[in-house]
């Protein structure tokens, strides 16, 4: 057993094919076919059940996966140990940050991060949530930027900032001739909100139950530019974070946003890796990067008419 066949096995286990696990691998399908073989025979035990147009992992083939890729993960921890004990800021890292936050923080502070740190390689990964927690577990991602609460005690939460909430609004809406609202007007309003599945969802439902408003039925977007869209459309009422409101994102005269008056419900938005982590020290140059943010963009826009801009928001937090 070698630490290439154990790859081979992880890149079948995810791409459940395995022309795409070779192109993957960067070897020939018959090569990694072979060595799939090769482990079966070492282990004495199944892994792959094998069908015309469908590959599956048995149960044993699974839990051999699995334990490979922790394996996996510490190798590469070895390896990332020796290189950063050189150049404690040179490597890759990889992030994830999930949809509805990705596009609208990147372009204020990926300028920043190059300038900072000139020879770190910054791969990006967009997923939902619960997909970055399990890529972070199980070593395909070194961090992720995500929205608070995160349970696991096998991660570590480095808090960054908050990111209040604005209430869209047709432009015609009853609610566009106000300047500012307060949480208490959502009383008996149904708000357009995304899929299952997205964290900015269950944040806006718990803005919702605080103010008593509660989703439209019929309608569950796929996207915040489809929320954005609806709105313009006249569709509905919706909430946007902060991020998604500011240049270099368009805005729509269709639209009318409405910052909250007093403490607005936001979403906390912390760096998370794990404890075990050998990039802990680089971790937190990058929080502190990240941390930076400039605060005028946690702030209503100024073309908002009748909007006063107010200290970073301490409650009450979407998503407890």
Same mark, same amino acid.
């Given at each position: ?17 395995? $022309? ?10 018959? !090569? ?12 004495? /035990?199944?892994? /792959? ?5 469908? =590959?599956?992992?048995? *149960? /044993? $083939? ?37 949809? !509805?936050?990705? &596009? ?5 502070? =990926? ?13 990006? /990964?967009?997923?939902? !949530? ?19 609460? =995160? ?11 908050? +990111? &209040?909430? @604005? %209430?869209?609004? *047709? ?90 008056? $007093? +403490? ?7 760096? =998370? ?19 930076? %943010?400039?605060?005028?963009? @946690?702030?209503? *826009?100024?073309?908002?008419?009748? !909007? ?13």
């Amino acid at each position: 057993m070698n630490l290439r066949d154990l790859r081979y096995l992880v890149a079948l286990a995810d791409h459940k094919h395995f $022309g795409r696990a070779a192109t993957a691998s960067f070897v020939s399908q018959p !090569t990694l076919s072979t060595q799939i073989r090769k482990l079966e025979d070492e282990l004495g /035990v199944a892994l /792959v059940e094998r069908a015309p147009r469908k =590959v599956m992992l048995t *149960p /044993v $083939g699974r839990d051999i996966a699995e334990r490979a890729r922790k394996v996996i993960a510490d190798v590469d921890q070895m390896t990332q140990i020796a290189r950063r004990s050189q150049d404690p800021e040179a490597g890759t890292v990889r992030l994830g940050l999930f949809p !509805t936050l990705g &596009p609208y923080l990147l372009p204020h502070v =990926v300028p920043g991060l190059r300038k900072r740190f000139p020879r770190l390689e910054l791969l990006l /990964v967009e997923e939902k !949530t619960d997909q970055i927690l399990a890529r972070l577990r199980d070593g395909r991602l070194d961090a992720g930027l995500l929205a608070l609460p =995160v349970h696991d005690d096998q991660l570590h939460v480095e808090p960054l900032f908050d +990111e &209040p909430f @604005l %209430l869209a609004v *047709p432009r015609h809406h009853e609610l566009a001739r106000q300047a500012s609202l307060r949480v208490a007007d959502l009383d008996n309003r149904h708000l357009l909100l995304l899929e299952e599945g997205h964290c900015l969802r269950d944040q806006a439902l718990d803005v919702c139950r605080m103010a008593g408003a509660d989703e439209r039925d019929g309608f569950r977007a796929t996207s915040l530019e489809t929320l954005r869209q609806m709105v313009a459309a006249g569709v509905g009422i919706t909430l946007l974070p902060m991020l998604a409101v500011q240049p270099p994102v368009p805005t729509s005269a269709d639209i009318a946003l409405l910052p909250f008056r $007093g +403490e607005p419900p936001f979403r906390q938005i912390a760096l =998370v890796w794990r404890r075990s982590s050998a990039m802990a020290g680089l971790m937190m140059e990058l929080a502190a990067e990240l941390r930076a %943010l400039p605060r005028g963009l @946690l702030q209503p *826009p100024p073309e908002l008419a009748g !909007t006063k801009r107010s200290k970073a928001p301490a409650r009450p937090r979407a998503g407890t």
